[in-house]
């Protein structure tokens, strides 16, 4: 019997409920967030980096790093756990899966960000179809145990076919994400047109947009992590045509 498509409103529905069993990680995420945004504006302030254009959003993605690259998934392989309690990812087992997975799956990740940055250099075109056909490599790698290289084979053969069903159930929560974050840019930039590092620092407003959007980039990833589940369920044969190739 064929599964259905995926659709986003059951998808972000299923997201917010899984978060809503657990407050006590909202509630690390936002602060980490905030704290980890604010050291960037530390390191401005401390070694008097000054605020130039490339100064401080590259201080800021530096500083946010182990947010992206061990919290939020280390959150994401507990909710797999939880939900499917597969082999790969058990839940008696997954946080000593996660400590042996997430750097490989960071490895995925910088790779997957890689190409599809020498693809937005030659045309805007070519990255966003790396994006989609290679995209789910880095959950592989993390959630259920692949190599880099094998993650990205499991994601090219799954999206080669699956990729309308997928495109269509992430392009309104996507679309969602972005709203939001340019209203909480343009919320800061109405307090704060011209904000210094040390008001970045210290200045309140800052702080709760930064934890706001620390609460949106959890929100995303726990629909992209619906999303992938689903997408394992529509193609059950993507395993062995992989491995084949």
């Not at 490599?137 to 053969?157: C, E, I, K, M, Y």
């Not at 992590?225 to 369920?233: C, F, G, T």
Request: charged share 15%; aromatic share 10%; glycine share 6%.
């Amino acid at each position: 019997m064929s599964v259905p498509a995926p659709a986003s409103l059951p998808l972000m529905h299923e997201a917010l409920s899984r978060l809503k069993r657990y407050p006590g990680w909202i509630v690390i995420i936002a602060v980490l967030s905030a704290l980890l945004s604010a050291f960037g504006a530390w390191l401005q302030v401390r070694w008097n980096l000054g605020g130039d254009q490339l100064t401080e959003p590259l201080l800021r993605m530096v500083a946010i790093l182990p947010l992206e690259i061990y919290f939020l998934p280390r959150l994401m392989a507990g909710l797999d756990a939880e939900a499917l309690n597969r082999p790969e990812n058990p839940w008696q087992q997954w946080s000593e899966r996660f400590e042996e997975r997430w750097l490989r799956a960071f490895a995925a990740r910088m790779l997957l960000y890689l190409l599809c940055g020498l693809g937005l250099t030659l045309c805007i075109v070519p990255g966003l179809v790396v994006l989609l056909l290679f995209g789910w490599a880095p959950h592989r790698v993390l959630l259920r145990g692949d190599g880099v290289l094998q993650g990205f084979r499991w994601s090219l053969h799954l999206m080669a076919r699956q990729w309308p069903a997928a495109l269509r159930a992430a392009l309104g929560p996507l679309l969602i994400y972005m709203a939001m974050v340019m209203g909480l840019a343009l919320g800061l930039q109405w307090v704060l047109p011209d904000p210094t590092p040390w008001q970045r620092l210290t200045h309140p407003t800052v702080w709760v947009i930064q934890s706001l959007a620390g609460l949106l980039d959890l929100w995303l990833t726990a629909f992209f992590l619906s999303l992938y589940q689903a997408m394992e369920k529509r193609a059950p044969d993507t395993d062995a045509r992989a491995s084949k190739g």
